[in-house]
């Protein structure tokens, strides 16, 4: 399946709707991998593992960079990084495949050239 037709969602803890984020380029990898952790007592002949927990790491959006409006996501975002306000978040793949998740964010903007494009990441720290 193409990533084209996701969507991303945000909502503060003052608003009970969902707002999409124009100008989505990029989506991350999201999931877990456990740590494998070592739990042989004396008896085993062999090493015994048990899968742990995991963690996600941050997960980062990247985003085509505008900041012309007063609801450009450049804008309305860097408000909350500010804040350090914790958002929802939810993505919706073209197939309605959906995850939701709670964050805190940090934007960086891209560096461009000539012929080049200019960016911003989304760094969520989940929560």
């Known amino acids: ?3 084209n037709g996701a969507k991303l969602e945000f909502k503060s803890k003052t ?6 984020l124009k100008g989505l380029k990029e989506l991350p990898e ?3 991998e456990p740590e494998k952790v070592e739990n042989s007592d004396l008896d085993d002949t062999q090493k015994v593992y048990e ?5 996600p790491g941050d997960i980062t959006y990247k ?5 012309t409006e007063t609801d450009s996501p450049y804008r309305v975002l860097r408000k909350y990084e500010e804040s350090g306000e914790k958002l929802s978040f939810k993505e919706t793949l073209k197939d309605g495949t959906t995850t939701e998740f ?3 964010i940090s934007l960086k903007r891209t560096g461009g050239g ?3 494009v200019i960016e911003f990441d989304m760094n969520i720290a989940l929560s």
């Open 63 to 67: 985003f085509k960079y505008d900041n």
């Open 30 to 32: 999201i999931g877990v």
């Open 15 to 20: 608003v009970s709707t969902y707002t999409k």
């Open 51 to 55: 899968m742990g927990i995991g963690d």
């Open 102 to 104: 709670n964050g805190q």
């Open 114 to 116: 000539v012929n080049g």
């Open 1 to 3: 399946m193409l990533a």
